[in-house]
């Protein structure tokens, strides 16, 4: 059987308690970043919406600013626009909260059973009870990562720390 057929395990963990304080931070400073460059790449279209509506002035007054208080409403008009945009992101931020801040949709699932590790293996529920007793083990597994059996191993007289004198 070749890979493609092969069903996709989920090899993330989701456990947001356990990350630390500089993974959340870098995790939020990509996301910050991510959405000013998706903002930026809507330039384009939001301009040529506006030129089709006749709304020039934001642009000529942006390409050619000649004096001072032309400058000064331009800013004044920026900062009205960063408010308005920001009020709505603010506006549709809230709605969110209100709308999901008692539901908690992550929900732990309760510890396997032995008839469920067993349904994935080859073995009965018994074999399973005893394997999670084991220390030490080898697993063997089929072609499609099903486990077929387990070889106990025991440890080394190596692997032992000396004993102090």
């Given at each position: 059987?070749?890979?493609?057929?092969?069903?996709?395990?989920?090899?993330?963990?989701?456990?947001?308690?356990?990350?630390?304080?500089?993974?959340?931070?870098?995790?939020?400073?990509?996301?910050?970043?991510?959405?000013?460059?998706?903002?930026?790449?809507?330039?384009?279209?939001?301009?040529?919406?506006?030129?089709?509506?006749?709304?020039?002035?934001?642009?000529?007054?942006?390409?050619?600013?000649?004096q001072v208080?032309?400058?000064?409403?331009?800013?004044?008009?920026?900062?009205?626009?960063?408010?308005?945009?920001?009020?709505?992101?603010?506006?549709?931020?809230?709605?969110?909260?209100?709308?999901?801040?008692?539901?908690?949709?992550?929900?732990?699932?309760?510890?396997?059973?032995?008839?469920?590790?067993?349904?994935?293996?080859?073995?009965?529920?018994?074999?399973?009870?005893?394997?999670?007793?084991?220390?030490?083990?080898?697993?063997?597994?089929?072609e499609?990562?099903?486990?077929?059996?387990?070889?106990?191993q025991?440890?080394?007289?190596?692997?032992t720390p000396p004993?102090?004198?």
């Amino acid at each position: 059987m070749n890979r493609r057929n092969k069903p996709r395990v989920k090899l993330i963990l989701n456990a947001p308690d356990k990350v630390s304080a500089q993974t959340k931070l870098g995790s939020n400073i990509v996301t910050i970043l991510c959405w000013v460059v998706y903002i930026y790449l809507w330039i384009p279209l939001i301009t040529l919406i506006a030129w089709a509506v006749g709304a020039t002035h934001a642009y000529d007054e942006l390409a050619f600013v000649r004096q001072v208080g032309d400058f000064r409403e331009l800013v004044v008009f920026y900062g009205m626009v960063v408010a308005l945009l920001g009020g709505g992101l603010l506006l549709w931020a809230l709605k969110e909260y209100l709308r999901f801040r008692n539901a908690n949709r992550r929900r732990p699932r309760g510890p396997a059973t032995h008839a469920e590790l067993a349904s994935h293996t080859t073995a009965t529920e018994t074999d399973v009870e005893r394997w999670q007793s084991l220390r030490r083990m080898i697993a063997l597994h089929d072609e499609n990562g099903k486990v077929m059996g387990v070889h106990e191993q025991l440890p080394s007289a190596e692997a032992t720390p000396p004993q102090p004198t």
